[in-house]
């Protein structure tokens, strides 16, 4: 028998209220004690959220995060970005770390992402992203690299190397005691 319609919602409220929780409480136990692996790198996200909410220059300042609680925000954020939007999202806020993000990528074994990103970088002028560059704008959305950019977002939507989720969760898993130091 199918569950009902209130029984689904009561079950979701109970999740989410555990959730913030956990992020309320930054405690990091019971975020690896959680079965689902989205939801996993969800509560994670937000919890690494907390400690990099400053803007530098019109981007997040992530200097607050060791090496690997920064590759699993970098990639939950490119994530983020061409699951909801396109890769251009993630370098309005985040300009300056396209290198980093690339090398995040391959340190959680996203390798054709990485090459995908790499691809984009190099568009990039000293490999970071032009905020308020109208010229530069317009040759991407015509130019040569508009199609190095079109291929690097469907290679992050077709989730070429595998869900994020999936292959943040084995890496925090991996580095335990990385992902709560600090």
């Known amino acids: 028998m199918p569950m009902s319609k209130k029984e689904i919602q009561r079950q ?3 999740k989410e209220a555990q ?3 956990i992020i309320k409480n930054r405690d990091w136990n019971a975020l690896f004690a959680m079965d689902e692996n989205d939801d996993f790198s969800w509560t994670l996200e937000q919890i690494l959220w907390s400690f990099v ?4 220059e019109g981007n997040f300042d992530i200097s607050n995060l060791n090496h690997t609680q920064k590759t699993l925000f970098l990639v939950l954020e490119l994530e983020n970005a061409t699951q909801a939007d396109a890769l251009l999202s993630f370098f309005e806020d985040f ?3 396209g290198r980093e993000a690339v090398q995040a990528l391959e340190e959680i074994g996203a390798s ?3 090459a995908a990103l790499n691809a984009v970088v190099d568009t990039l002028p000293n490999g970071i992203f032009p905020k308020g560059d109208k010229e ?3 040759s991407l959305m015509s130019g040569k690299n508009s199609d190095i950019w079109d291929k690097a977002d469907n290679v992050f939507t ?3 190397d595998g869900k994020f989720s999936d292959l943040c969760r084995t890496y925090a898993e991996t580095h335990r005691d990385m992902v709560h130091a600090g």
């Open 95 to 97: 300009a300056i770390y």
């Open 12 to 14: 979701w409220a109970e």
């Open 112 to 114: 054709q992402c990485a």
């Open 53 to 56: 909410t400053n803007r530098v």
């Open 19 to 21: 959730m913030k929780n």
């Open 136 to 138: 530069f704008w317009d």
């Open 158 to 160: 077709d989730y070429t």
